[in-house]
């Protein structure tokens, strides 16, 4: 008798611990994003891959800046261009304003940064060259193209040949948000 007395005095008990333990799964598997407090959520928080460019809002990433070569070719004769697309991997608001900092050049308000620590001020894009072969000192260019490419704006860097034969331009390049 003394474990039927036991179990019927148990029985409330675990009923009462079997509701919570569920409610708490369920409270647990239907957070939602009206849930977040904004700005509660850190990097740690979500997985590699979780978001897409899709679920950012266009002004979601205040800069961004990339090191690559943006300009190299073989020419046939001098004066011949060389293009190089940089798109941003988020569209901007707005297309910002283009600077180009040929290598030996000093940094200035708009374009704080160095080829090695490429900055942009707000609403600026700025070019830093490290070193050129054979290109037209007077002849480096940006071309907009007047609108978004798939990745958001993008342009085009294009650089000439002094003479025939190789020549480069290479850099990096810094773009922050308006």
């Known amino acids: ?4 007395d036991h179990i019927r005095s148990n029985v409330i008990g675990c009923l009462a611990l079997f509701f919570a333990l569920s ?39 205040r800069s961004l800046y990339l090191i690559e070569d943006f300009s190299r070719a073989t020419a046939n004769a001098s004066g011949e261009f060389a293009e190089s ?7 901007l608001r707005a297309a910002p304003q283009l600077h180009f900092i040929a290598a030996g050049q000093p940094s ?37 193209g007047g609108g ?14 002094s003479t025939p034969g190789l020549f480069a331009s290479n850099g990096s390049w810094a773009v922050t948000a308006p």
């Open 85 to 91: 697309t940089i798109s941003y991997p988020l569209a």
């Open 1 to 4: 008798m003394r474990i039927g």
């Open 23 to 61: 409610g708490v799964g369920y409270a647990a598997a239907t957070i939602g994003s009206r849930d977040v407090i904004d700005g509660s959520l850190l990097g740690r928080d979500v997985n590699n891959g979780a978001l897409q460019t899709k679920d950012l809002a266009p002004d979601a990433v």
């Open 108 to 144: 200035n308000v708009s374009c704080p940064g160095a080829v090695d620590d490429p900055k942009a001020a707000p609403g600026q894009l700025c070019v830093y060259e490290n070193g050129a072969t054979n290109r037209d000192p007077g002849d480096v260019a940006f071309h907009f």
């Open 148 to 161: 978004r490419d798939r990745l958001g704006f993008g342009l085009s860097v294009l650089a000439a040949s």
